[in-house]
């Protein structure tokens, strides 16, 4: 029998082998492809899988779209790319990008977007699209049309995409759409940040009674434009955020228009956010034909819905509303068929609004993202716990569950309860200064463990202590999880309930400054200790390492500083006691320009207590730092 070589195995072979490469470090499989042209032809689906265009200009669209075109032609790979994503603002064509305001903005929101997913925070992730940073600039937006050509002729290619995500401030160019219409029907379309035109429920309602009324005064409220209506009707629209603005114009119907879309007017809609992005801001207006071309007339429109008969529920999977206040609530339980919902997002929640959740069918619900919310003057959170556990515990088996805000132990364990079924949890449970917090101790993560055995993504917030053995026992308590392969830690710098002066909570003693610098150190080397100290006896393939946000607001400019977001990655081999650990920084760009930013930031009362931890070496001392190790 012959020696079995890469050149003689099946290319169906090859490619599950490079999925597994893959799965344990990407960049090996670039090396991989490198062997021969038969490995580099079965790497395609892995390298290309996933492509990612960062829009500033028009010249920067045009190139991007070129070496793509260039790469993926070269390597025969155009059916290879299953997901394309599309983000930022096309600059006019006077500004220049290099050293314009706006495009430093967008620059940085890139940067951020390494850290966590819509599962853990949407609003921030979506922040940059939905209310900034250009609206209060009064900035523009280059409208042509032809500017995206480049990138509808490449899109046509792409004949296995199965999913175009689009985050750019602009409504998705017109070509952009026909080019999906017509060449890939079934890409799946997601639009992150959607203005959808004025089609309200109270409009349709009040207009009925008028149309045999001849109306020669037509103005442009009685046209939407024709391209926005095919927008939201589209049959390749999968998921869109929905910003709301009660107090602007131009969104202040927009979550009327998301509940039709969610009844069936969008056909193929499967995941809705609807997101508050004011108060506060001024919205640029929208751009409006002068003429009445390309625009229908709103009877014709309100005719066209009412012939659909949205008087249904839709086919909707997966909800977000943020805030989830009981009358929005309530809203939505007769728009959308929540036993149909397999994951829904409800943040900034409160007592009501979980009492009357908790009576809900929630049959098919298998992600859960709850974000509870006390009012300032509510010191006992007990209540709102108690609620929040009660709804938890309403629900059957969840698959992933985040949990943000003053919950405490009723709600951690009716989690729990949820643990045979759990493979994602998030668990933030961010801090008041003036009420109870739930702290995550090594016995917490035990009982994660014994509850959750089949945990694969673990995030969770816990508290630095200047890395001595508290701090070192839930890392090794983390490591005793069996099945945990992904985990993200946001470290806690400073515990206000613990250490504050209890007269006055927001001061910080002193004898504490010491802790919190040393807390807030954490450089590439003690992020590599402790995943090394996790991962011993441990699967764990990836950590993630974020300073957590409750710093004290007098040190508040110097941790903007000091702050860093690291990523561990073992990169696997035959011998586990060989595995290589990669570590980089996250969000470095952006990280230098806030230093950049913060040059004049002083160390003030805080600079004796500095220098006796990290005497002057460079004469500037955001360069003087470095970590402390975990204690011996």
Known sequence: ??????????????????????????????????????????????????????????????????????????????????????????????????????????????????????????????????????????????????????????????????????????????????????????????????????????????????????????????????????????????????????????????????????????????YLYVIDSGPGFKYRPMTRGLTKEGLLSRKLLLQDIREKDLGGYGQLEGLSLDPANLTRFEMWEKTVNFSRLRSLQLWRVRKDMLRKAATCEFTSLKTLSLGIFNFRNEYDVSPLDRAAGAFISSLRPLEAIHMSGPFLKRSFKAILDHGKSLRMLSLYPSEDRLVARFVITPTQIKEIRQHCENLYDLRLQIQRSTGDREEQAIYKALGELPQLRQLSLQLDVYNAMKFANRAYPWQVESRYYRGIFINMAVDGELARGIFSLIAKGSHIESLRLNMGMNVPESFLDISEVMKRQWKCSRVSTMCPEEDRVIVQELGARSRKRRMLANKSTELREYEEVFRELWPSNTGNWMDDWYSFPLAR
């Open 1 to 270: 029998m012959g020696t079995t070589t890469l050149n003689t195995l099946p290319l169906e072979t090859l490619s599950l082998i490079c999925d597994y490469v893959a799965a344990g470090y990407k960049p090996s499989i670039y090396a991989f492809s490198q062997t021969n042209k038969h490995c580099q032809t079965a790497s395609n689906k892995a390298r290309f899988r996933e492509i990612r265009l960062r829009v500033k200009t028009r010249q920067g669209l045009e190139d991007d779209v070129k070496t793509w075109h260039k790469i993926l032609a070269r390597n025969s790979a155009f059916g290879s790319v299953r997901h394309l994503s599309v983000e930022g603002r096309i600059a006019p064509f006077w500004e220049n990008a290099k050293t314009s305001a706006p495009a430093a903005l967008l620059e940085n929101s890139y940067a951020e977007q390494d850290s966590e997913d819509e599962f853990t925070n949407p609003g921030e992730r979506y922040d940059h699209i939905l209310r900034g940073p250009f609206y209060h600039l009064g900035v523009q937006e280059d409208q042509n049309e032809g500017v995206w050509m480049p990138l509808t002729r490449l899109l046509a290619k792409l004949t296995g995409l199965k999913d175009l995500a689009y985050a750019c401030e602009r409504r998705l160019p017109e070509c952009l759409l026909q080019a999906l219409h017509l060449h890939i029907p079934r890409c799946r379309l997601h639009i992150k940040a959607l203005d959808p035109p004025f089609l309200t429920e109270e409009e349709q309602e009040e207009q009925e009674d008028e149309y045999d009324v001849e109306d020669e005064d037509e103005d442009e409220d009685d046209y939407v434009d024709e391209y926005d209506y095919s927008l939201v009707t589209s049959s390749s629209l999968s998921t869109a955020v929905i910003p709301v603005a009660h107090d602007d114009d131009y969104r202040n119907h927009n979550e009327e228009a998301a509940r039709l879309m969610a009844r069936g007017l969008t056909p193929s809609l499967q």
